[in-house]
């Protein structure tokens, strides 16, 4: 948040002009003759990303700075990390931006990964209204914690370190933490245990849960698959998909920055955050094709491909939560590519039990201008993954569908009566753009804060 200050407390902030290519000509020419031939002289004219401190005809030195969409998030986005280091305050001669977004932005646009490296200069401030600033803050925290997650390379975020995360969050809201892990995993979650246990002694597989509010309120369970890393198991990645699967968490880091917003904003809920952690490692003791897995809830599972590890994990905890027989199970997980191929990485993959349940998210998907897109649970494709040995296989020969034939199999693990909703995440940039770097990212992250104080909250005020 130290890219967003105060009114009060900016220091001689330079007055900022947002501009774009529609409305240029006319805002330029209200700042006078001398600003239109500096523009001229530079080739400005309100491109997205560029900047041009101009003359105003009060005298007054003023900051054009080109937006490529009026009213949307990621409007000044591209700006904090470009413009010379200051503080600027949004002025009224330009677009008319929405106040709240604008700023959501514009901290999105300052964030920078800085664990193992010393920025090279500080970024360019926002100076907004105080009740702007309190109103974006969590939701900055939210993504920024999502971000330095999934960013954080292995060695630093293994098993032990995920569920690190879940107890620091328990202490800061005083909540209940437990861990399993060791033979009480294996007795109590045989698929989370199987797929973990050939990492290293220090990086044993456990499950991780926190749990907070009153016994009586509707009591919501959201699960992150935590897979810190992932080879791919016997079923070997090649060098290129192995390449960033330290992000296989990031439905983790998305489950953990929800829990802590509805922590934060207090949300009228019995809270079970559950966080499945493993590393999909390559030992003697790694799990084998062809092995049949006991689960939680009782189903034989044959193992098709050890790098369809995710579902696994997901299973045992789906389980799991619907023994507590929650009001709503939500969970994410980057699950497949297939997803990706389908939808490309800005999109999320959403599957719902619930036809108004996936409306409601749809719909607070929009609110807040953080896409999801439903895919079916279409449930004839479940025999793609029939096994002549046991209950269910966890992949099959097939490679249609596999977003759908995935969701389907962690629905067999959701008991009818249970509303359930499953997003398949990307999780990641693979390019920098205004107010989303390369690396780790969150996505629908908002849209489920918002359909969640909407359904547990009459909405008070305006989606962020």
């Known amino acids: 948040m130290d890219a967003l200050i105060p009114v009060a407390a900016a220091n001689h902030p330079v007055p900022l002009i947002a501009v774009d290519a529609i409305g240029f000509d006319a805002i330029v020419a209200k700042l006078g003759e001398a600003a239109r031939a500096a523009c001229t002289a530079n080739g400005f004219s309100g491109e997205d990303g560029r900047f041009l401190a101009v003359s105003a005809a009060d005298g007054t030195t003023v900051m054009l700075a080109g937006c490529s969409e009026r009213n949307g998030m990621y409007a000044l986005a591209s700006l904090p990390q470009v413009l010379p280091v200051g503080d600027y305050l949004p002025d009224a001669r330009g677009l008319a931006l929405d106040p709240v977004r604008a700023a959501l932005g514009w901290a999105l646009g300052a964030y920078r990964f800085t664990r193992y490296r010393v920025p090279t200069r500080a970024v360019a401030r926002l100076a907004v209204d105080a009740d702007v600033r309190a109103t974006v803050a969590p939701f900055v925290e939210a993504v920024y914690q999502v971000r330095d997650l999934v960013n954080t390379p292995t060695q630093d975020m293994g ?243 596999g977003a759908i034939t995935a969701a389907l199999y962690l629905e067999r693990f959701v008991p009818e009566a249970t509303a359930w909703t499953h997003l398949d995440v990307y999780a990641w940039n693979d390019a920098n753009k205004p107010g989303r770097p390369r690396g780790g990212e969150a996505q629908g992250l908002r849209a489920h804060f918002e359909f969640l104080r909407r359904r547990y909250r009459s909405p008070l005020s305006e989606p962020v």
């Open 159 to 401: 098993p032990a370190d995920l569920a690190g995360a879940v107890r620091a969050l328990a202490e800061r809201y005083g909540a209940t933490y437990r861990e399993w892990s060791g033979g009480e995993l294996l007795e109590q979650f045989p698929t989370i245990h199987a797929v973990g246990r050939a990492a290293s002694a220090e990086r044993q597989p456990r499950f991780a849960t926190l749990t907070h509010g009153p016994a009586d309120a509707p009591h919501v369970v959201i699960i992150g698959k935590g897979v810190c890393f992932d080879t791919g198991g016997l079923d070997l990645k090649a060098a290129d998909g192995m390449r960033w699967m330290k992000k296989d968490m990031g439905g983790a880091a998305h489950a953990i920055a929800l829990a802590g917003l509805v922590l934060a904003e207090q949300l009228p809920v019995r809270l079970t955050l559950a966080i499945p952690a493993v590393e999909n490692a390559v030992s003697g003791d790694a799990f084998r094709p062809g092995e049949v897995i006991r689960t939680r809830a009782g189903y034989m599972i044959e193992i098709d491909n050890t790098d369809a590890e995710g579902r696994l994990v997901l299973c045992d905890a789906l389980a799991w939560a619907g023994e507590q027989k929650p009001d709503l199970v939500v969970d994410f997980a980057t699950l497949t590519g297939a997803a990706r191929v389908a939808l490309g990485p800005e999109l999320p993959a959403l599957f719902c039990n619930r036809d108004e349940i996936a409306e409601a998210m749809l719909e607070a998907a929009r609110a807040t201008q953080d896409p999801l897109w439903r895919l079916p649970l279409w449930r004839p494709y479940l025999s793609m993954l029939d096994s002549h040995v046991a209950d269910l296989a966890n992949s099959g020969a097939s490679r249609h569908a």
